[in-house]
């Protein structure tokens, strides 16, 4: 209450959302959200214009598929350790440019880097979906942040999208040689 915002931590249905792979959940998810939404708003004043989404795993898959399908309720998204499945890439029309966050690791090996075919698109086709959808220009700015923790055997840095249209912007973070888990964080 003291600083203006509501957090909301859903779960999928036996812990997976619906990201349209051949494996795991296939509940209406989109339809969850959509009604948990409405029933949030009914409830709690809320922003209907700042609604965000963000997962890890099949979470930043289900936060991408937000983006598409729900681009008209939620303002923004970010995945960690997410991609999209190949029929979401696809598929995905959002209508508008949605800004986006993708934290990835280059030794992934639950949701790789370069991809995994049949599940899991390459983590630079997705934010180059993202950069084209937003129309944003091919200028980026690229930081190397200092590595703070010269024994996990990562370093971080980011690609930057801010021209883009509808002031939006694509922030591509990534950790070189962190795996699947939360930055600074452990699988």
Known sequence: EANGF????PNGIGN???VDWNMGSTADDIGFTDAMLEEISDNYNINRGKVYACGM?????FSYRLACEMSDKIAAIASVTGSFSPNMMNNCQPGRSVPIMEVHGTQDFIVPYNGLAGTAEPIEEVVQFWVDNNMCTEDFEEIMYPDIDPNDGSTVSHKYYQECDEDTEVLFVIVFGGGHAWPSGSF
């Open 57 to 61: 795993s099949n979470g930043g898959f």
């Open 16 to 18: 997976a959302w619906n």
């Open 6 to 9: 509501i957090v909301c931590y």
